[in-house]
């Protein structure tokens, strides 16, 4: 039994072009790694400096002037200063020690990231509840898993987030529900 073997030639050009095209895609390919790999640690500069320091002034490093925040209680701000910062200051206000130290997930995909964070605090103040009414500080520690999907723009700032954590854990946590 005999094996016959057909070679198809293909010209020098051909297979140049080929390699070319392979080579482009792969270099597409490893400045979008790179491009995500900057993102989320422009994002771990976020959550582990400037929010966890409450350096607001700082925000503008990654967030757009005119950003739209979806919140998990289904309110949106349009806007950074003052209208996101003021959903985020009040966290402060009763736990002053609110901190996000990890993102045990993080990832993402063209002009997508996503990152898991751990936030963790204290409720040691009183906590505002509007009309100059106040509940008073239960001293229980809260440890959250939240999560942020930022939308980029060419400008490598945030025009758009997605926030996630759940409220009922939270409140359970620091001792205001069963």
Known sequence: ???TVTFTSCSNSGQEEKIKLLQAELDK???DEALTAHRLLVFDTLDYDFYSNQKWDKFNHSHADNIRVYYPDGSITEGLFPQHID??????????DTKIKEHP????KGDWTCAVG???????????????????PTGKKFKLRMTTIGHW?????????H????????????GLTN
């Open 87 to 96: 959903m985020l200051t009040p966290m402060f206000a009763f736990a002053p």
């Open 118 to 136: 751990v936030m963790e605090g204290t409720f040691t103040e009183p906590m505002p509840i509007g009309n100059g009414k106040f509940i008073p």
């Open 153 to 161: 723009g060419a400008d490598g700032k945030m025009f758009e987030e």
């Open 105 to 108: 997930i993080a990832f993402g």
């Open 29 to 31: 390919y490893k400045a």
């Open 163 to 174: 926030l996630f954590w759940d409220n009922q854990s939270f409140m359970k946590q620091i």
């Open 1 to 3: 039994m005999a094996a």
